[in-house]
């Protein structure tokens, strides 16, 4: 669906995306995923026909950005992160408008506003003002919008920032059911987000890209094994000076859970299993031990190892 070679972009002198290139299939829900600055806006502007790149090739179902413009924007449904509504329309009334101005008939409009709005949980604000309406509906309206002209790909910069858990959770959901649909480019930096939503991922850190593969794929690739995970009874200050001189220790992380109880995570060096060891170190110290289980990495584990690896380079 998406196919990015060598793509560039200079703003006076400034690097914002540096030869970057992937690849994007149909039917998937792919996140981009990097910090605010990395180049995730930039490079989902040049997608959308909005900014040109400096050099380098991007296609979107086949056709260019920059010499099949309107081919392109036909093929993609575009969200951006500010969601610039007209606040003092209503929702019907502003979701009809939007499908006018991408080429459908007055039926086709109305018929198709019917469904975006039951599709994006709106039909019981459909007369409301959207400068009236909440964070989160403001964002279902967005979503309408991008969808009202049935496009093959929807690009999300930010979708659920600024919502509460319930409103995150629900916008979440409506992702998820049309990636079953639709190819769907998200872009965040909330790592939990693309770990909940998204089945690719795309790193992206200073312009470039660092890694790009299934969730999955990429846990089990940077890190040969999880993290274990033991809880045990003791002063934190004692482990920490413990764990952190041990040479088969990468990292410990200690947490206070009740009473003298502490969650103790540890990652092995070169993907050692530290959970014999930990077993071992339990009884030789005398610590009480109630739970010893074998963990796995998040996707913010794995950022930080690919972008502190990235910076040690």
């Known amino acids: 669906m998406i196919e990015v070679v060598n793509l560039t972009k200079r703003y006076a002198g400034h690097l914002a995306v540096a030869n970057v290139s992937f690849t994007v299939g149909r039917g998937q829900i792919v996140g981009l995923l990097g910090p605010n600055g990395a180049g995730k806006s930039t490079i989902l502007r040049i997608l959308s026909c909005f900014l040109p790149a400096t050099t380098g090739t991007v296609r979107v179902g086949g056709f260019d950005v920059f010499s099949d413009t309107d081919e392109v924007r036909r093929r993609i449904g575009y969200m951006p992160e500010n969601n610039p509504l007209h606040l003092d329309m209503r929702v019907r009334e502003y979701l009809k408008f939007r499908a006018r101005l991408k080429g459908l ?14 599709m994006c949980s709106l039909t019981e604000v459909d007369r409301r003002i959207i400068g009236q309406l909440s964070k989160g509906f403001r964002q279902r309206v967005g979503l309408a919008d991008a969808l009202v002209h049935e496009p093959e790909l929807i690009i999300l910069d930010e979708p659920t920032i600024g919502l509460d858990p319930n409103q995150l959770r629900s ?3 409506l992702i998820k059911e049309l990636g079953r649909k ?17 089945s690719h991922v795309l790193i992206l850190h200073q312009g470039r890209i660092l890694a790009s593969d299934r969730t999955e794929n990429l846990q ?3 890190f040969q094994s999880g993290p274990a995970i033991a809880e045990l009874t003791g002063s934190t200050t004692a482990f920490q000076e413990f764990f952190s001189v041990q040479p088969e220790v990468e990292t410990v992380d200690i947490v206070a859970t009740d009473g003298d109880w502490k969650r103790i995570t540890l990652t092995g060096r070169d993907g050692l299993d530290l959970r014999p060891l930990i077993h071992y170190w339990a009884c030789e110290k005398g610590w009480p031990l ?24």
Do not use: W, Y
């Open 105 to 118: 008939s007055l039926a086709a409009s109305r018929e198709r506003v019917a469904t975006v709005m039951e």
């Open 171 to 173: 916008v979440r959901q």
């Open 182 to 198: 639709h190819t769907i480019l998200l872009s965040t930096h909330i790592l939990p987000e693309v770990e909940a939503t998204c």
């Open 220 to 222: 089990r690739n940077i």
């Open 290 to 313: 109630r739970e010893l289980t074998h963990g796995r990495h998040t996707l913010e584990d794995v950022f930080v190892k690919i972008t502190r690896t990235e910076k040690e380079e």
